[in-house]
């Protein structure tokens, strides 16, 4: 299963449709955050994926969760958009929070740095921004081989 992962697309509607446009096996869409709008209009145009979505500081006025967690392909996922967790300074706190939800996978946006790594059982990502020049999103795979994250430039 290949899930989409983005986040502060901030208004870019047309950036967040040319990337999903680019990843057609991608079943699942996981919006961070910082584009509530732009992605409650791709959920309606990609009516055949799942979309999950949760707050980002910038979505004044959303009823959106802050954070979220599902499970697919025997794997415990925990996404947030970050600024909860102070992810700016250091990565311990939602860390932390994931290792207590025993997750599997991290996902989390707010920084606009693109990251992924593995930290004892754990892996980690962060989409990046999706807005502007260097807008950047990430993949994850679950495989019957195990977890594989990857991060696209657009």
């Known amino acids: ?4 992962v983005t ?3 901030h208004r ?3 950036a ?7 990843q057609p096996k991608a079943e699942v869409v996981i ?3 910082d584009g509530e709008e732009e992605a409650s209009l791709m959920k309606a145009n990609f009516p055949e994926k799942m979309f999950l979505q949760v707050r980002g500081n910038c979505d004044w ?3 959106l969760p802050t954070i979220g967690e599902i499970t697919l392909e025997g794997k415990k996922i925990f996404y947030t958009h970050g600024h909860a967790y102070n992810v700016k300074y250091s990565l311990y706190q939602i860390v932390c929070a994931a290792r207590e939800r025993k997750a599997d996978i991290l996902l989390f946006g707010h920084t606009h740095q693109p990251l ?4 004892d059982g754990l892996y980690l990502m962060n989409p990046g921004s999706l807005h502007g020049t260097e807008g950047s999103y990430g993949i994850v ?4 081989a195990g977890i594989v994250t990857n991060l696209v430039r657009l």
Do not use: N, W
């Open 7 to 9: 986040s502060d697309t």
């Open 141 to 144: 795979d679950l495989t019957p």
């Open 61 to 63: 006025g959303s009823t």
């Open 16 to 22: 967040l449709r040319t990337a999903i446009l680019r």
């Open 12 to 14: 870019d509607e047309y």
């Open 1 to 4: 299963m290949r899930i989409f």
């Open 116 to 119: 992924t790594d593995y930290e």
């Open 31 to 33: 919006h961070l955050g």
